[in-house]
């Protein structure tokens, strides 16, 4: 029996230092097949996905979560997270769940709105422990 496979290749991404955590499985494993129209693909490391091709966003959890910031920190859907906006990329980490997920992305590519709506629910496998005191937009997306 021929098998075919698809012609996408693995994405190589970066596990982070707590990847193999429990808590990190149960986010994965409901993660959306698509986001803003970017097809998921395959990577290489745990806890690690990516959409698109090439990648147009980077999700790692396990990372460390963050102490208390003056970042800028967005509620969408119930999830906090802090905001760091480069100039090619944006870095979104949830704010006060541990272990912290990080997402990679340029918002000329895939809006942020968007993606953190997509990505809410899945986040919030991970139950928070505390919330932002500076929220500067709270969105709950249906």
């Known amino acids: 029996m021929l098998v075919l496979s698809g012609c996408t290749a693995i994405a190589n991404v970066q596990a982070a230092d707590d990847a193999g955590n429990p808590l990190c499985a149960e986010m994965m494993v ?3 097949p698509e986001v803003s129209g970017q097809e998921k693909r395959q990577t290489n490391s745990q806890a690690t996905a990516v959409w698109g091709e090439p ?3 980077v999700l790692r959890c396990g990372v460390t979560a963050p ?3 003056t970042d800028p920190c967005v509620s969408v859907n119930g ?3 802090l905001a760091k906006e480069g100039e ?3 870095t979104l980490t949830t704010y006060g769940r541990v272990p912290a997920t ?3 992305f340029d918002p000329n590519v895939i809006p942020s709105s968007t993606v953190l709506a997509t990505l809410a629910s899945a986040a919030a496998k991970i139950p928070a422990e505390r919330t932002c005191s500076n929220v500067s937009k709270t969105v709950d997306v249906p």
């Open 67 to 69: 102490p208390p910031s």
């Open 55 to 57: 990648s147009q966003l």
């Open 79 to 81: 999830v906090d997270w």
């Open 30 to 32: 409901v993660l959306p």
């Open 102 to 104: 990080e997402l990679i």
């Open 88 to 90: 090619e990329a944006w």
